[in-house]
């Protein structure tokens, strides 16, 4: 066996452990709401439960995913009940059966609290529910899913003269003056990480919808040309050719607010554009194009991703550095991957209680100021690394 070969097979095996035997459980264990149903909402650092936190979202979609990955790839049974539960719980509780959408948030009791309409959470749920239907053949979730395509498209969608996804609208898909998704973001009509994630939703549904044949093709048609136009939107209005880095927020005319960069997000998008050009089966002249912008996005990542010290980039590091080795075999790609698995293994697991660790200090010891499990620490990042790794080698 080569040397690449040998390092490959280790990934593959540390990966599979590290999801069975780190991540999942720690969900399982600590996070189902037995009492309110659902999920609880939190746990802080210190590894504390706050039983009274509100519930997420995004945080509940992203778990759906996690669980439902994890049950197609496995198919153990304790994944496949969490995964249900999930499901469950974001039809009955988060969508707004009135005015369509999903809340931002619960009281911890179920009850709708925060009932804005954010695109980048709808865009989760269509995520989380495609993946769930990918498991189990659930029809209910497919039609929850497509659903809330409509959502997004009739009100979040802006028109082919603007031609781009509003951040976020009030309960009635009125607009609102606050549309940002964190207290850390520019308040801009677009941005691209709310694109970036409904790229990777409409993926997802559209890699299911085309196994449906002719029944659902009219939804079909719409989701292609809509992930066509995302990937369009990418490559002309959110890709710096200047410096081969993602713009990440802008005015209702595409002006950028400012040239910040996130080296997480350009290494993810690298990815992710690369898996929506393979589900759309795009001609040789599309995939060179996106080729090229993908390849530009990791070399502009390269040079400070792996300074970056929060947990999901390392993630999204190790899955978008193997996509490039993957499409280049160039053994420095695979290097990058390994470095960043290895950071995680060595700093950011958390081998006494499960999970991993936000951040690392300064000083090299485990940030605990941040949550272990809450409305942006999730089964996500992480465990879409350990799946993309197992199915990938």
């Given at each position: ?250 005015d209702e005319q595409w002006q950028p607010s400012n040239t910040h960069t996130s080296p997480g997000h350009d290494i993810e998008a ?73 950071y995680i293994q060595t700093h950011l697991i958390d081998r006494e209680n499960g999970e991993w660790f936000w951040s690392v200090l ?32």
């Amino acid at each position: 066996m080569s040397n690449i070969q040998y390092q490959i097979s280790n990934l593959r095996a540390e990966a599979q452990s590290l999801l069975e035997t780190n991540i999942l459980p720690f969900w399982i264990n600590r996070m189902v709401d037995n009492t309110r149903g659902g999920f609880y909402g939190r746990i802080d650092g210190h590894n504390i439960l706050h039983q009274d936190a509100e519930k997420g979202a995004v945080l509940n979609a992203r778990i759906l995913w996690t669980f439902s990955a994890a049950t197609r790839l496995v198919h153990k049974m304790p994944y496949r009940i969490l995964a249900t539960r999930a499901k469950d719980y974001l039809i009955t509780r988060f969508m707004d059966r009135e005015y369509g959408g999903v809340y931002w948030s619960l009281n911890a009791d179920g009850t709708p609290l925060d009932t804005k309409k954010q695109t980048y959470a709808i865009a989760f749920a269509i995520y989380g529910l495609a993946e769930y239907y990918r498991a189990t053949q659930d029809r209910e979730a497919l039609n929850a899913a497509i659903h809330l395509f409509d959502d997004i498209e009739t009100h979040a969608f802006q028109s082919y003269m603007v031609n781009g996804y509003t951040e976020a609208l009030t309960r009635d898909w009125q607009p609102i003056a606050d549309m940002r998704l964190s207290e850390k973001d520019e308040n801009g009509t677009f941005t691209m990480n709310t694109h970036l994630h409904v790229l990777e939703a409409y993926t997802n549904l559209y890699r299911v919808l085309k196994e449906q044949g002719n029944e659902l093709q009219c939804t079909k048609d719409r989701v292609e040309r809509q992930l066509r136009n995302l990937i369009d939107i990418f490559a002309n209005r959110i890709f710096d050719p200047a410096t081969g880095h993602l713009l990440l927020f802008f005015d209702e005319q595409w002006q950028p607010s400012n040239t910040h960069t996130s080296p997480g997000h350009d290494i993810e998008a690298a990815w992710l554009i690369r898996e929506a050009q393979d589900v759309l089966e795009m001609n040789q002249c599309e995939n060179e194009k996106i080729g090229k912008i993908s390849s530009r996005l990791a070399i502009a990542a390269r040079e400070s991703i792996l300074k970056e010290k929060e947990w999901w980039c390392f993630a999204e590091a190790v899955v978008g550095y193997l996509d490039q080795y993957q499409d280049n075999p160039d053994p420095h790609y695979l290097q990058l991957a390994e470095e960043a698995f290895r950071y995680i293994q060595t700093h950011l697991i958390d081998r006494e209680n499960g999970e991993w660790f936000w951040s690392v200090l300064p000083d090299g010891t485990p940030d605990c100021t941040h949550d272990k499990a809450g409305f942006w620490k999730c089964p996500y990042h992480n465990s879409r690394m350990c799946i993309e790794l197992i199915e990938r080698l």
